[in-house]
């Protein structure tokens, strides 16, 4: 389906003002959960499916803050570093290849495995322990231009996505929609829509970025859409 630049960008904005991602304190935080799988991947706050290892996500009740986006979770002696950068309607819900791994040992397509709650604990921890889930060379989280500008200038100055972000002319977090190329922002006193090459919000199918999601019990991939 395709959508008016106008329609995209307006839908956008009151996705994003629902899960504002709080910069207001960079205190960590921690406990006991349980953890569950979910196996569609999927972001709140635009993050980008492409530019990150979707195996590896946290879709947690709590909005995304703009400082501790990276978490640790632990069960049965095995530990998997996790970014929230979604939140669930509730449960702690974790990449199903991240809660098989902690259940099993092994990967979701190796070894998929079928269940519940899974005891575990989590911690807040520095964003270096996430590194190697982003996909972008430079180390950034790389967002939808068209769909998180409520988040990019909902965090303060300072805070990690505020210093750590890169922009790409994509229209969905699946990457299904779009030009994979970058985009910027323009001075302040210039507005606040970015700057692409192309067109903000271009609805060409976009093939060169496929976000794979597996399936849950089966462990086949699945293209997320």
């Known amino acids: 389906m395709l959508f008016s630049i106008s329609t995209l960008l307006t839908s956008a904005a009151v996705a994003s003002a ?3 991602p709080s910069s207001s304190s960079t205190k960590r935080d921690g406990g006991s959960v349980s953890v569950t799988p979910h196996d569609r991947y999927s972001s709140s706050i635009g993050v980008l499916g492409c530019k990150i290892n979707t195996n590896r996500v946290a879709y947690w009740p709590s909005s995304p803050s703009c400082d501790n986006i990276c978490k640790k979770v632990s069960a049965n002696g095995r530990e998997v570093y996790l970014l929230h950068i979604d939140q669930s309607g509730g449960a702690y819900d974790i990449s199903y290849d991240a809660w098989n791994y ?25 964003m270096s322990n996430c590194a190697d889930l982003l996909a972008a060379d430079d180390g950034t989280l790389g967002f939808s231009a068209a769909n998180s500008m409520n988040t990019i200038y909902g965090c303060a100055a300072g805070t990690w996505i505020s210093e750590n972000y890169s922009l790409y002319n994509i229209a969905t977090t699946q990457c ?3 030009i994979d190329e970058a985009c910027t922002l323009p001075p302040a006193d210039q507005g606040n829509q970015p700057i692409c090459a192309h067109q903000l919000g271009i609805q060409d199918v976009l093939t060169t970025d496929p976000v794979w999601n597996i399936d849950y019990g089966t462990g086949k991939l699945s293209l997320a859409v």
């Open 176 to 178: 299904t929609y779009g």
């Open 102 to 126: 902690l259940a099993t040992g092994q990967g979701a397509a190796e070894n998929p495995t079928q269940g519940g709650g899974l005891a575990a604990t989590y911690e807040d921890v520095d």
């Open 18 to 20: 629902a899960v504002l």
